[in-house]
């Protein structure tokens, strides 16, 4: 028997380790309230999550070995934040509430998935994610979505970059994603070409900052890009050594964002995570599609920021340049802010997260016929 009450639960490998790692400081938030444990299947994952998290991690490499640590647990709610198909063999599980809480708010196509109905619960940031529900999946049933924000908008990163006189102009390109449909990345089709825009830029700093997935990316267009971005960035820091153009390839981007006064991104949680914590700076949203009516219908961040794809990519330095002497897009941003976040300001969504965990556990302890809900174990109660 075990006094783990909340499961936060990852199958995959180190590549998309990403997902789970953003989690962390939010659980260890948690499990001052309820006690909560880490399922691994891969024992790279389970020793970089040993690394960087004092919560218990476990390891259940086999199906019989996960069903084992299940019934050692005897926990009462599980997390998921990934669709991995090997999210399947934990749901089968029936005495734990299964929870989606996913890894950023984004307006990709992959965000409302038909995943979600497999989940007693889907955690949503705010409004945009509960109409992309509606609007995206047939016999759905919305009365599953709890709107939480986004926690991880809460925690405060020490900063990555040095303080700098010079305007910074943060390029933060996506990844390719598992298929056409879900792609979004502008790093194979225009990353260089952004790069040398925004170092045309007069009295700048450029940062570059990659998905993760972009550094691990198996795809030879996309590699050779990002080499060539690195090499770029390279060289650029050799002619202006005082300038601190620079690339992040590891580390949190929400520690990056504070140092910089505009940002060049695709279609991702990324441009979301900037309107919510940076909306008094431009945005620039790339578009791989060249489909602007795609784009406002489906994105709609698109509205309150520049768009650029391939025919007017000529003219970014001067509009990145406009942008940063005169915002006209900023009223825009204030309103668009709240269709994603709701009303939520700092501290919101980590709060409403923790009360909709523990509501889900006393909902479990009703409906699996423990008491009558209204209290939990003494070591996990708390105002």
């Known amino acids: 028997m075990s006094d783990v009450v909340v499961l936060a639960y990852f199958p995959d490998d180190l590549t998309r380790v990403y997902q789970l790692t953003q989690w962390l400081p939010v659980l260890e938030v948690l499990d001052d309230d309820l006690r909560v444990g880490v399922v691994t299947r891969d024992a790279d994952v389970a020793e ?4 960087l998290t004092g919560l218990p991690v476990h390891l259940a490499p086999s199906f019989a070995e996960l069903m084992t640590l299940y019934g050692e647990l005897d926990a009462k709610l599980v997390v998921y934040c990934n669709n991995s198909p090997r999210n399947f063999e934990s749901l089968v599980d029936p005495r734990m509430l299964h929870v989606h809480v996913n890894h950023g708010e984004s307006d990709k196509q992959s965000m409302a998935s038909n995943n979600a109905k497999a989940y007693d619960r889907v955690f949503v940031a705010g409004t945009a994610a509960v109409e992309r529900h509606r609007a995206g ?40 994603g598992d298929a056409d449909y879900n792609s979004y990345t502008s790093v194979d089709v225009h990353g260089c070409e952004i790069v040398r825009s925004i170092l045309a830029l007069p009295r700048v700093r450029l940062v570059y900052k990659p998905h993760p997935k972009v550094t691990t990316s198996d795809r030879p267009d996309i590699r050779d890009a990002h080499r060539a971005i690195l090499d770029t960035v390279a060289e650029a820091d050799a002619r202006e050594p005082d300038a601190g153009h620079t690339a992040v390839t590891s580390g949190d981007i929400l520690a990056v964002m504070p140092g910089c006064d505009a940002i060049v991104t695709d279609v991702s949680s990324v441009g979301l995570d900037w309107l919510y914590l940076q909306t008094d700076k431009p945005i620039v949203l790339t578009d791989r599609h060249h489909d602007p ?6 994105v709609p961040v698109s509205r309150c920021a520049d768009v650029v794809g391939g025919t007017d990519l000529g003219g970014l330095t001067d509009l990145l340049e406009a942008r940063l002497t005169h915002d006209e897009h900023h009223l825009a941003r204030l309103a668009m802010r709240h269709h994603y976040f709701d009303e939520l300001q700092i501290g919101d969504s980590t709060s409403r997260f923790l009360h909709a965990v523990r509501d889900l556990v006393l909902l479990r302890d009703r409906l699996i016929g423990r008491g009558d809900g209204t209290e939990l174990p003494q070591e996990t109660a708390s105002a």
């Not at 970089?48 to 690394?51: D, E, P």
């Not at 009516?293 to 489906?298: A, K």
């Open 137 to 176: 999946l047939m016999e759905f049933d919305p009365d599953r979505l709890v709107r939480v924000g986004r926690p991880q908008l809460d925690l405060h990163p020490e900063p990555l970059l040095p303080a700098s006189e010079r305007r910074t102009v943060l390029y933060a390109p996506t990844w390719e």
């Open 48 to 51: 970089a999550c040993r690394r």
């Open 293 to 298: 009516d795609r784009l406002r219908r489906d």
